[in-house]
């Protein structure tokens, strides 16, 4: 798998926006999107993503007056490199130690952990 780096928190932002679209989405539509949760200025938006394009994230096309965003970095992707980071950073890559901390911390419930028991099953094959 590709490495690239962690993207600023705005970015991601971007990004989330993004990926929730079929792509090539306009700026438009990414500014649209973002704004259901606080106001973005074109500008700021505009930034970004041209800082997304330079990083390798996006690539973008004119047509007409509008510009089109395609995903270069899939989300599943950026998200499996994120998560192995996290968990070698700060969980010594346990993920007993990840889940035990989130439990403590009450960060997840019970029923969090019934269902990743019921995925853990899934997954191993029901200790066949």
């Known amino acids: 798998m590709e490495k690239?780096?962690?993207?600023?928190?705005?970015?991601?932002?971007?990004?989330?926006?993004?990926?929730?679209?079929?792509?090539?989405?306009?700026?438009?539509?990414?500014k649209?999107?973002?704004e259901q949760s606080r106001p973005w200025s074109i500008s700021a938006l505009q930034t970004l993503l041209n800082r997304l394009i330079?990083?390798?994230f996006l690539s973008?096309?004119?047509r007409?007056?509008?510009?089109?965003?395609?995903?270069?970095?899939?989300?599943k992707d950026y998200l499996a490199q994120e998560n192995k980071s996290f968990l070698q950073r700060l969980n010594g890559n346990?993920?007993?130690?990840?889940?035990?901390?989130?439990?403590?911390?009450r960060s997840i419930s019970d029923e969090d952990l019934e269902e990743?028991?019921?995925?853990?099953?899934?997954k191993?094959?029901?200790g066949k």
């Open 94 to 105: 346990s993920v007993t130690r990840l889940v035990a901390s989130l439990y403590d911390s």
């Open 116 to 122: 990743l028991a019921a995925f853990i099953e899934e």
């Open 54 to 56: 330079a990083r390798g």
């Open 60 to 62: 973008s096309e004119k």
């Open 64 to 75: 007409g007056k509008n510009r089109y965003y395609e995903v270069l970095i899939p989300q």
């Open 4 to 30: 690239f780096k962690k993207l600023p928190d705005a970015e991601l932002e971007v990004m989330k926006a993004i990926w929730a679209h079929e792509t090539p989405v306009s700026t438009s539509q990414v």
């Open 32 to 34: 649209e999107y973002l």
């Open 124 to 126: 191993t094959g029901g």
